[in-house]
């Protein structure tokens, strides 16, 4: 468990803030999450980074790409740029083999869901490549607007259409799906029967843990801290304690001001999923 942090300063300090509260994993957006260009990558940073996570027991890091990207793009330099930054941002996550990078499948911008999941499943297949040994995740979306991903189908069909299979995943935040009409709260394993008919547990890799300020099937994608929103933290407990889940790395992208506070929120959980342990 652990959660998004700025990525500033580097990733040693990175894994040193996780260390500080508790989490054995972090999220990190790969640069400024509207987009622009990313920083170098320090070799001694990295270096720094695999020292301190040894200790620390961190494994598993997640990369997020900036969120402003659309691959899904009726214009075409939009979707150029979302294409040249996705596959900078993979060249650089080459520099930490083997770990997780999670992307928002993008919005069709009313081209219609098939032009949308057939833009993003080409773009996808242009930028990933034999020798990358990241796994490149789609998070389940909360259907805003125009957004592609909001139905297990429509991650489902992407995939189908990716030609390196083996490289891609899925990011299931929990903020999204409930948004999207997925009752995790009451039916949690209707809704990973669900996604493994669609989709197929194996893909599933990741977990974003946030409660949501909005009802059930509400499209929004406003988060909230952990007990504070309508999915509540029983239900979100529950889900980390599920038999099909457990293993996985959970990152919490909930509203806090400062990392000490997803620290107390670490807490929090680790102690109310204890009732769902069985
Ligand atoms: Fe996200
Ligand atoms: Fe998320
Ligand atoms: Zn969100």
């Known amino acids: 468990m652990g959660c998004h942090l700025s990525c500033a300063k580097g990733y040693a300090n990175m894994a040193r803030e996780a260390a500080s509260i508790g989490a054995n994993t972090f999220q990190f957006f790969t640069r400024n999450p509207r987009g622009g260009s990313a920083k170098p990558i320090d070799p001694s940073d990295i270096e720094g980074f695999y020292e301190l996570a040894e ?6 890091i997640l990369a997020h790409a900036p969120y402003t990207l659309n691959p899904a793009a009726a214009k075409d330099e939009t979707r150029a740029f979302a294409i040249d930054t996705l596959a900078d ?12 990078y999670n992307m928002h499948p993008g919005s069709h911008v009313g081209q219609g869901v098939d032009v949308g999941i057939e833009k993003i499943a080409d773009a996808i297949n242009v930028v990933l490549a034999p020798e990358h040994t990241t796994t490149l995740l789609l998070e389940t979306m909360a259907g805003k607007g125009s957004e592609v991903g909001g139905r297990f189908e429509e991650l489902a069909a992407i995939i189908e259409r990716i ?10 935040d929990t903020c999204h799906v409930w948004d999207g009409g997925y009752d995790i709260a009451t039916s949690l394993d209707d809704v990973l029967e669900e996604f493994d008919r669609t989709i197929g547990l194996e893909r599933l890799r990741a977990i974003h843990l946030n409660d949501s300020k909005n009802p059930l ?18 239900a979100l407990a529950a889900v ?8 996985l790395p959970f990152f919490l992208e909930t509203p ?12 929090l959980i680790a102690e109310a999923r204890q009732a769902y342990l069985v």
Do not use: F, N, W
Request: aromatic share 2%; proline share 3%; with cysteine.
């Open 163 to 172: 030609e390196l299979k083996d490289k891609v995943g899925v990011c299931l």
């Open 55 to 60: 200790t620390a027991g961190i494994e598993t």
């Open 89 to 100: 941002d993979l060249a650089r996550m080459e520099s930490t083999p083997g770990q997780l």
């Open 217 to 234: 099937g509400a499209r929004k994608d406003r988060h909230a801290a952990i007990g504070e929103g309508e999915i509540g933290a029983a």
């Open 240 to 247: 980390t304690a599920h038999p099909a889940l457990r293993a």
């Open 256 to 267: 806090h001001e400062r990392v000490s506070e997803y620290g107390d929120e670490i807490a």
